[in-house]
């Protein structure tokens, strides 16, 4: 077929017609389809593609293609290479909507995703991709039939992809583009209808990474569509997606327990079920860990969008989900179990919840407390990453007696020195934010500022260790905030023990000694100077070196002699 000499406009478009749909027809036989001869015209399909937009040829062009693209084993490179993603991009936004054409265009996009590498797609055609997925979205909130469900596929493979970032930050630049609302209304209406478990987990994994563009806000609005007939509550998509992954939640947990303690471990199904649901409950502890954030920090960021009774149902929801987690902790402490990036991620979501609500199922956690900070992930040496989600939890109960008490009973005190020696310590083999280095720091404060009234004695062997990671950290250090803080936590511990007994002891030396009389004195002669704000901000700390320095100064006669003449 070529483009042909025939006189008149009206004659060139009726055989232009004919031949297309002759075409068409002829592929609709699959071992015609698969023929070279029908992936060679391709690119002549292409071509006159732009030529026949809003004519009936159209969609038996959609035709053609999608039969030879999913019957030839090339026919995706062939599309793919003539320019076809260019060609998809520029029309679909024009096609109407739950039409037959936009059906064929989304099987071609799924079609080339998946003969493709999507990316060898999003190297070269992200921008027409971030198009074509604005387009999908619009079919997922608007149609109500088994489209609808083939756009929700359709979206899940293409964010589920690792090759996803560049097409995020792609959407992400789109101004003025309603696809988040798309998405929004899409969700909402598959988590509150009736539909297959597995359809509602596509839609959970849908607004997880919608949030990874938009950010957490994204769950709240009122989408501004008009061609949605019914607006959607500003919350209604919030509390669904609440729901829904609080009951994906206990239903894995479930699923999962029971696989790994009671159904046959010697089958290869078995271990690729619990794998699945490993990743599919990641997805869905990933929610309820945005909620918790978004609930946090509501009243900041959304003002009155929340009401006092959604609110409420929020909380309840989210200690609900909060329970079955413990619950499936307490299972696998049973069971014997440390080792696990589910069991690490149990205590991921845990500890996001408790850094806002220390003490939310307060029996429960502070059962469980020295179980969960030795739990390790798949490819952990050692337990960390356990210690360092529950670190904010741990700050705040140790500013009461009680919650000190719980970590000292628990063990958790050693724990958290262990892992604020990993942070700043020189043999230390991971990299700490600061913002967990300071939690550590404050957690083991807490405890030191306490200990005469609970009777607690650091342990030597902890007490060395963390002061050889003190004076590492704080001897080169110009940051003042570090080196006071470093101070404080020596001057209490300096309570237990003396220069001489320090010396003598096999694993402390005089450069490890020298580099902790070096930052002491530095905060006491801050403390002389005339104040910086740093320094006023820090006043409760140096408060904490001076009284310790007028305790225990005749036992480190070297330090006061430097003190004193500085």
């Known amino acids: 077929m070529g483009k042909g000499s025939v006189s008149g406009g009206d004659n060139r478009d009726m055989y232009l017609q004919l031949s297309v749909t002759v075409l068409a027809a002829f592929c609709r036989v699959p071992d015609i389809a698969a023929s070279k001869e029908m992936v060679l015209k391709i690119p002549l399909i292409l071509e006159i593609m732009p030529e026949v937009s809003g004519s009936p040829v159209l969609e038996e062009c959609y035709e053609f293609l999608y039969l030879v693209i999913t019957s030839y084993e090339d026919g995706a490179t062939v599309f793919y290479e003539s320019g076809g993603m260019k060609v998809l991009a520029s029309q679909m936004s024009y096609l109407p909507d739950g039409s037959h054409m936009m059906e064929l265009a989304m099987k071609i996009i799924q079609s080339i995703l998946s003969r493709l590498s999507q990316d060898v797609v999003t190297d070269t055609y992200v921008s027409e991709l971030s198009m074509m997925v604005a387009t999908v979205a619009r079919q997922f909130a608007l149609l109500h039939n088994s489209l609808k469900f083939e756009a929700l596929h ?3 493979e293409i964010f589920s992809s690792k090759y996803s970032k560049p097409l995020c930050d792609a959407l992400c630049a789109m101004v003025g583009n309603n696809w988040p609302d798309h998405m929004r209304a899409g969700i909402a209406a598959i988590l509150q209808n009736r539909v297959e478990p597995a359809e509602k987990l596509h839609a959970l994994i849908l607004a997880e990474f919608v949030m990874s563009i938009m950010g957490e806000g994204w769950l709240l609005g009122q989408p501004n569509l008009p061609d949605l007939p019914n607006s959607i509550p500003a919350d209604r998509c919030f509390l ?13 947990l479930n699923d999962l327990a029971y696989l790994k303690y009671e159904a046959s471990k010697d089958t290869s199904t078995t271990a690729e079920t619990i794998l699945l649901k490993q ?16 609930t946090s920090t509501m009243d900041e960021v959304e003002g009155s969008i929340i009401g006092e009774r959604t609110l409420i149902k929020v909380i309840n929801g989210l200690n609900e989900t909060i329970n079955v987690v413990l619950e499936y902790l307490q299972d696998a402490k049973e069971h014997g179990q440390k080792k696990g990036n589910d069991l690490l991620a149990s205590v991921r979501v845990v500890g996001s919840y408790l850094a806002e609500t220390p003490n939310a199922c307060k029996e429960k956690v502070r059962e469980l407390l020295d179980y969960m900070l030795t739990i390790e992930g798949e490819d952990e040496p050692s337990p960390f990453h356990s210690i360092s989600f529950l ?11 009680e919650g000190c008490e719980a970590l000292i009973s628990s063990g958790g005190y050693k724990a958290v020195a262990e892992c604020l020696i990993k942070f700043i310590g020189p043999s230390g083999d991971v990299d700490g934010d600061d913002s967990c280095t300071y939690l550590a720091c404050d957690t ?9 009234q609970m009777r607690f004695r650091m342990d030597e062997s902890t007490f060395i260790d963390l002061l050889k990671a003190l004076g590492y950290w704080a001897g080169n250090a110009n940051d003042l905030s570090v080196i006071i803080m470093a101070s404080s936590i020596c001057a209490l511990i300096f309570d237990y023990t003396s220069e001489e007994t320090l010396l003598n002891h096999p694993n402390f030396d005089n450069s490890s000694l020298h580099n902790l009389y070096k930052i002491i004195a530095r905060s006491l002669a801050s403390c002389k100077q005339d104040m910086s704000d740093m320094v006023r901000e820090e006043t409760d700390l140096l408060e904490i070196v001076t009284s310790g320095f007028s305790r225990w100064a005749h036992r480190f006669p070297r330090l006061r002699e430097a003190a004193e003449s500085t």
């Open 279 to 294: 990743r599919n409950v990641a997805i869905a502890f990933s929610l309820v860990e945005r909620i918790i954030k978004l």
């Open 240 to 252: 669904l997606v609440l729901e829904s992954a609080r009951v994906e939640v206990a239903v894995l």
């Open 444 to 452: 083991i404060l807490n405890l030191l500022l306490k200990k005469e």
């Open 154 to 156: 359709l979206l899940s």
């Open 391 to 401: 670190l904010p939890m741990m700050c705040q109960i140790t500013m009461d007696i």
